[in-house]
């Protein structure tokens, strides 16, 4: 998405099989686009119009990847040897961070972004806390790093929510320590005044994020909040994620994570707890009554034996679901929906917590809305012409009915089979090739290499 889609001229795509949220799979579906956006949906087409571009299989709207750490993606493969748990696999993560630069964040972030298209993810929310130097000072641009990302995510054809992370100590009272220094900004107050000089664009978005409740001191929860707030923006927090942060918040606060939260402010509309694993009953009526949404990770949860968390209780309570890729052990929002329901059934020993359609949903529209993108993450006119296909002729999905496109999607598919991906109205994946990088294995080779040198 170099560039603008303002302009883009019209086009129209005829689609073998959509999903659109209020009738389910439909057959033979026409969508008119226009300047980046879905200027009109025809149902009841059963060929293409002339000059209609067609897509074989089911289209969906864009994937949102909720929750992002890019440089994550090095550590693929490297942090599954052998045993552990999450605080010895963050300190393989550190070392990772320490050897970023503007440069090569960059070049791994393209390939990361690159990576998410061919998985027909269209925006994705970039929990972003490696701000500055390895020894904690700043850059000449303090913003180097955002932007880097912000740029990789152009080239790589996706839109992206930078969510600007205020990360301040190791632990309730303590300074960070050598690993987290470039993380830090010393003061909520010195993280505003560099989050202020970000600026949005047609494709980039700014909010923020509170990396947790052991990183930003309790009396400065409510300067990161006021900020989201002052300017409509998303705010997430990554939340009781393991159950040492909970017993270490409640030795200091007396309180959960969660209640902490609420006490300064941050729970409400326009956030998003990450994980949110490990809960009481307070605490989730909390998020729910509140309107706080939750984003699952579960392939990352899983990966770091992290546990299952209560989404079901969540949304009964009122959280709106989301899903993210978060450490990138895979990518592959399909995976995550499919985990989210197949989870809870391990979790409660019974099927059918959620319909492919419910789960679709949280892939797609309730991502985008935490993500700020309210106007993506459905097929409708108005809407931006945001939107991916999965094979439904390949190993994994041929044989099922066409009208169960759904159900197949997103308990047989996985990313690779997503056959195109358009993001505002053009073609950042087609036939299963990136249009834009043109060797993504090979990018992610060079950049993760050029990290280990």
């Not at 603008?4 to 009738?23: H, I, K, S």
């Not at 200027?39 to 571009?53: K, L, N, S």
């Not at 027909?120 to 390895?134: K, S």
């Not at 000449?140 to 839109?159: H, K, Q, S, V, Y």
Request: glycine content about 10%; aromatic content about 6%; charged content about 20%.
């Amino acid at each position: 998405m170099t560039g603008t889609t303002t302009g883009t001229p019209p086009r129209t795509y005829w689609l073998e099989y959509a999903w659109l949220e209020d009738r389910g799979v439909v057959p033979g579906v026409a969508l008119e686009t226009a300047d980046g956006r879905i200027t009109a949906v025809r149902t009841d087409t059963p060929a293409p119009p002339p000059g209609a571009e067609p897509l074989r299989g089911l289209t969906v709207p864009g994937l949102a990847n909720a929750h992002s750490h890019a440089f994550h993606r090095a550590l693929r493969g490297t942090v599954q040897v052998g045993s552990g748990t999450f605080w010895t696999w963050r300190e393989v993560m550190y070392a990772t961070a320490r050897r970023l630069t503007p440069d090569t964040y960059h070049a791994l972030a393209r390939a990361v972004y690159a990576e998410m298209a061919l998985a027909g993810i269209t925006a994705v929310g970039e929990f972003h806390y490696v701000h500055h130097a390895p020894d904690g000072t700043r850059y000449a641009d303090p913003n180097a790093m955002g932007e880097a990302l912000i740029a990789a995510a152009a080239e790589a054809g996706i839109r992206i929510t930078l969510l600007d992370t205020c990360y301040l100590s190791s632990g309730f009272g303590e300074p960070p320590t050598r690993h987290q220094l470039r993380f830090s900004d010393g003061t909520a107050e010195n993280w505003a005044e560099r989050c202020a000089l970000l600026k949005e664009r047609d494709h980039a978005r700014i909010g923020a994020a509170i990396h947790s409740v052991r990183a930003v001191p309790a009396p400065q929860l409510a300067t990161v909040a006021r900020w989201a707030r002052d300017r409509r923006a998303p705010l997430h927090v990554h939340l009781s994620e393991q159950t040492a942060e909970n017993d270490a918040c409640r030795a200091a606060h007396g309180r959960t994570p969660t209640q902490l939260l609420a006490d300064h402010g941050v729970l409400g509309p326009l956030t998003t707890g990450v994980h949110n694993t490990h809960l009481t009953d307070e605490d989730i009526a909390l998020i729910g009554t509140s309107g706080t949404g939750t984003c699952m990770c579960p392939t990352t949860e899983r990966d770091l034996a992290d546990g299952i968390g209560p989404a079901a209780a969540l949304q009964r309570a009122g959280s709106s679901l989301c899903l993210g890729s978060d450490s990138h052990a895979v990518i592959d929002l399909l995976e995550e929906a499919r985990a989210m329901e197949l989870d809870e059934r391990l979790r409660t020993r019974t099927r059918g917590h959620w319909t492919a359609s419910d789960l679709l949903y949280a892939a797609t529209e309730a991502g985008h809305a935490a993500l700020g993108w309210t106007e993506a993450g459905t097929l409708r006119a108005g809407a931006l012409a945001d939107f991916t296909t999965i094979a439904l002729d390949s190993v994994r999905t041929a044989g099922a009915p066409p009208h169960l496109g759904a159900e197949t999607a997103v308990f047989a598919a996985t990313a690779a089979d997503v056959r195109h991906t358009v993001v505002g109205g053009r073609h950042v994946v087609r036939d299963g090739a990136h249009t834009l990088v043109p060797d993504v294995p090979r990018a992610l080779a060079d950049a993760i290499e050029a990290l280990r040198a």
